[in-house]
């Protein structure tokens, strides 16, 4: 990341690309506070830019929803990830890995919202498209899943 930063500029497309990946590590490493830190200034980079790839924007988005559920800002997270739908169904079919990884977060925070049955078909959708890759989309997938599932069955005391 610095290496580029010193090559193309602080604001460079490409940066905001890099750290975006550099924020879904800190997520997986449990770093919520850098990984969001990195996101934000993604974002923060894609905003300036007048005709930066709108997916790019998305990814971010879907990220930074997903270290806010983690830290329990849903309705942060949600307003995100709504956003982030929005934008990959310009491109994409419903049933592309990458709706289906952004589906997931977003049916993540509706489960930690408590609303089980509007989480549960989204959340079965997305694990059903990403059955075929492997990796952490379908991880995530299936985790949400399950965390549905437990959360679903405490609430009503199975």
Known sequence: LNLYI????????RIGYNMTAL????????????????????????????????????????ELGAVLNATGRLA???S??????VIRAKDYPSDHQL??????EYADTL???????EA???LLQSVAALN?????????????????QQRRAQSTGE
Not at 23 to 52: T, V
Not at 80 to 85: E, F, I, R
Not at 111 to 117: N, P, Q
């Open 23 to 62: 924020g879904m590590l800190l997520h997986d490493k449990s770093d919520l506070s850098a990984a969001e830190q990195m996101l934000r200034r993604a974002l923060a980079i894609y905003d300036a830019i007048p005709d930066s790839n709108e997916q790019y924007t998305a990814s971010a988005l879907t």
């Open 99 to 104: 709706v289906a990884a952004t589906r997931t």
């Open 111 to 117: 489960t930690r919202l408590g609303l089980y049955d």
């Open 6 to 13: 010193k090559s193309l500029g602080a604001d460079h497309p």
């Open 120 to 122: 549960e078909p989204l």
């Open 80 to 85: 995100l990830l709504t956003q982030a739908l």
């Open 76 to 78: 942060e997270a949600e």
């Open 132 to 148: 075929d890759t492997a990796g952490r989309r379908q991880n995530r997938a299936r985790e949400a899943l399950i965390r549905l």
